[in-house]
């Protein structure tokens, strides 16, 4: 009985082959709108235009990230200097006194001309924004915290307008 059983199961195809759909007699010829083209239908969906940016958003986001990885790599080298070189770590902070760090490379090629000791420590920090960009930056979490940092913000907003407007504070009339 299980024999037989394998068998049967054995020569059934879940799959027809090419000879059985090629020979395929259809008892109806479908209506003109129901039949099938030769590339299926997709739906035309466009971005939002963004008016006022000469780029896209994300092209100056991306310029922000980057002047942040810059940043974070100052903040690196400058904890690792503290430690285990704190001459450098006196000419690093001196040279951010006098130099603001929001444009990460005016800074760097600033940093570079300023001397050749300076120019080691620009070169670290090249080094440190390069790696921590991409191997240590977690781009999937920053993605899921922007977004439920947005809808927090947009629901938190809501409430308190929601609140503002309508005189009850938990089911309690206020005004």
Known sequence: MEYSTATIFSQLSLFPSRLQTETRAYPFKPWP?????????????HKMYVPGFGTSPESTAAKHLHDFFNYIAVKIVAAQLQSYNPEAYEELREFLDRNPLSDGDKFCADLMRESPRHKNLALRILEVRSAYCKEDFEWDNLKRLAS???DDSNKKLMMDYIVDTSCTVDGKQIC
């Open 33 to 45: 709108w129901m039949q099938r083209t030769s590339q299926p239908n997709r739906l035309q969906c």
């Open 148 to 150: 439920k940092m947005v």
